[in-house]
């Protein structure tokens, strides 16, 4: 298939038409009896993957084509029917099928030693198992649909694409020892970037065992001003070249450099969408780089109400705590602590949520109480309190005055990634 891109020619982006027609051209003149779709989870709604999806299901239909949808879970819980029914419009529930990280995967091989410290600079040596959900193996699918956005992401520098497979639907070994890499090479040198040590191991994971699978990507490059989503790129393609297109238009839609270091930055996090720390510190992740030494991160997280994804990562950010890289690299290389050397994942989350000290990170939540997010490394403040003197309906996106005081907004971290210009120019990055 030759690779299909679309681009908006305004600032609204592709219309729903548009997307329709370059979605039936991927279809065009394939003999197919069994399709995989393999979209995100809830946590990328604004992806539009949701709607890119509902076509694809209702196209395949038409075709009498069967058609299995999996959403790319990763390490997170399953998609609601609240959320199904919101992202993935009248596909019936009943079609979803679960990944589960722990027991559905099969090895391929593993991305060798030697690759790995050359592309680390020596900072990790070990092997890493390539592993996929078993279903991405299985010869009936004459097709897999891999659908979602290139944005800004914190463990691989730019999302999506390979990154679908071996963690959205991949084992624990790649997972875990994939965000560690990210973690001790340095989220500061990769986000925003495209060929990064993590995004080279998925690139040799796809290039070594999934070249002989029929995998299609669909890649969108959307944001999503006032909450309504626009569509600026559409990148189909079954190689490496549709995520490069990708990344150079995500890199112009999602990154904002600001004039200067933010002495003090609020952030919302809609309830739908983000539930634990695990999926809210994006608000960390995002704005790290844009934060001055000794500011203020304040998270407004009125849906927060655990830290991790599952029990067992949520004890585990418990026991240990968002404090700071070389603390949580310490208890990670202690053999008393088997549990975190078990949950690789887990401690490279306790990294990147961590300011390492340099400026402050305040939750405001309604259901966790102020002692459980202070013990975890976070001031805490009420959401209620917090919430009037910050008015997530009443503040623009970008910079405001509240009281006589600069402060700067952004109501979704997740769809970008904001830099201080003055200090990425002076660090020579």
Not at 167 to 173: A, E, L, P
Not at 229 to 236: D, P, Y
Not at 368 to 396: C, H, M, N, Q, W
Request: proline letters at 4%; a negative charge; glycine letters at 10%.
């Amino acid at each position: 298939m030759k690779d299909i891109y679309v681009t908006g020619q305004t600032e609204t982006g592709l219309s729903r038409d548009q997307i329709k027609e370059a979605l039936v051209k991927s279809l065009a003149g394939r003999n197919i009896k069994k399709v995989l779709i393999l979209p995100p989870d809830f946590t990328r709604y604004h992806s539009n993957a949701g709607f890119i999806t509902n076509v694809y299901y209702h196209l395949l239909r038409d075709m009498g084509v069967q058609t299995d949808i999996m959403p790319a879970l990763g390490t997170h819980v399953p998609v609601s029917k609240e959320q199904w029914d919101r992202m993935f419009g009248d596909i019936p529930y009943e079609k979803m099928l679960v990944h589960n990280w722990r027991k559905d995967v099969v090895k391929l091989g593993e991305i060798p030693a030697d690759f790995i410290s050359d592309i680390t600079e020596g900072l990790w040596t070990e092997p890493i198992d390539v592993e996929v959900n078993r279903l991405v193996m299985d010869e009936s699918y004459d097709l897999i649909i891999s659908p979602g956005q290139v944005v800004p992401h914190e463990v691989i520098g730019m999302s999506n694409h390979a990154k679908n497979l071996f963690v959205g639907v991949g084992g624990s070994s790649m997972i875990n020892k994939s965000h560690m890499v990210g973690a001790v090479y340095g989220m500061d040198r990769m986000m925003g970037k495209d060929y990064t040590p993590v995004r080279r191991i998925f690139d040799y994971g796809m290039e070594h065992f999934l070249n002989k699978r029929p995998i299609m990507f669909v890649l969108t490059v959307t944001t999503a001003p006032g909450g309504n989503i626009r569509t600026h790129g559409l990148f189909i393609g079954e190689g490496r070249e549709c995520l490069t297109h990708a990344v150079a238009l995500a890199q112009e839609k999602n990154i904002d450099f600001l004039p200067h270091g933010l002495k003090k930055c609020v952030v919302y996090l809609d309830p739908t969408e983000f539930t634990s720390t695990w999926l809210g510190n994006k608000a960390v992740y995002r704005t790290r780089m844009a934060m001055a030494g000794n500011g203020e991160l304040i998270i407004l997280a009125p849906g927060v109400r655990h830290f991790g994804e599952d029990e067992t990562v949520d004890k585990l950010i418990r026991k240990y705590g968002y404090k700071g890289r070389l603390n949580t690299l310490a208890a990670f290389r202690d053999e008393k602590n088997a549990d975190l050397r078990a949950n690789m994942g887990a401690a490279a989350h306790l990294i990147h949520g961590s300011s390492d000290g340099r400026f402050s990170i305040t939750y405001a939540v309604k259901e966790i109480s102020r002692e459980e997010i202070e013990s975890v490394g976070f001031r805490s403040a009420g959401y209620e309190e917090t919430a009037r003197k910050y008015d997530p309906e009443k503040l623009k996106y970008g910079f405001n005055t509240v009281d006589g005081e600069e402060i700067y907004f952004i109501p979704n971290p997740a769809l970008g990634l904001w830099i201080d210009r003055e200090r990425f120019e002076s660090s020579g990055s």
